[in-house]
């Protein structure tokens, strides 16, 4: 994939992050800076790092294709990015409702735990993007701008404007996603 495809998909799967700032960030009665330098590098090391791994891992799988063109592995990589497109709409139209009261602690562990989850996702991204040859470098470093961006934005948008926004989040995210779907299948596997 090349650079602007990476980034709309790498941003596609951030938006999850951009909404759980959000979220925090409507609790929040100021926004400290050093928390945020540590949300930030905390967030972009463990997205990096789960990006890193599923790439390498479709890469191996990538190697392991008997087929020159490799239709089947782009197909798979195409169903990864729809399937996470699909579900990101779905957390849009579930829209979970948030109790919003002023908290300004950083509850580390249940933001953790959210990274964790979301990184599930980062990783089988990585996968797709693995199969596909992108470049290391250009992931790593997509990866870590596009949350570093978001974390600061969503901690931003929650607390100026409330949570409500993490919906358009989700499914801008989920459009995104889908969006590398069609691209993947339209240059890789209808060729």
């Excluded at 990015?81 to 579930?94: D, E, Q, S």
Aim: glycine content about 8%; overall charge positive.
């Amino acid at each position: 994939m090349n650079w602007l495809e990476t980034i709309l998909v790498t941003l596609g799967i951030s938006l999850d992050i951009f909404a759980a700032m959000e979220c925090k960030g409507s609790q929040l009665s100021k926004i400290e800076k050093k928390p945020l330098v540590i949300l930030c590098l905390l967030f972009a090391v463990w997205q990096a790092a789960a990006l890193y791994i599923g790439s390498a891992a479709g890469a191996l799988l990538r190697m392991r294709e008997v087929s020159p063109k490799g239709g089947n592995i782009h197909i798979l990589a195409a169903s990864i990015f729809g399937v996470l497109g699909i579900l990101m709409i779905r957390k849009a139209w579930k829209n979970e409702p948030v109790i919003e009261r002023r908290d300004d602690r950083y509850a580390w562990k249940s933001l953790i735990a959210r990274l964790s989850l979301i990184s599930i996702w980062t990783l089988m991204l990585g996968v797709a993007l693995g199969f596909l040859g992108t470049a290391t470098v250009i992931l790593l470093t997509v990866i870590s701008a596009a949350t570093i961006l978001v974390v600061i934005a969503g901690l931003h948008v929650g607390y100026h404007m409330g949570y409500e926004q993490k919906t358009k989040a989700y499914a801008i995210g989920g459009i995104l996603l889908l969006l590398g779907a069609v691209d993947t299948v339209f240059r890789f596997v209808m060729v």
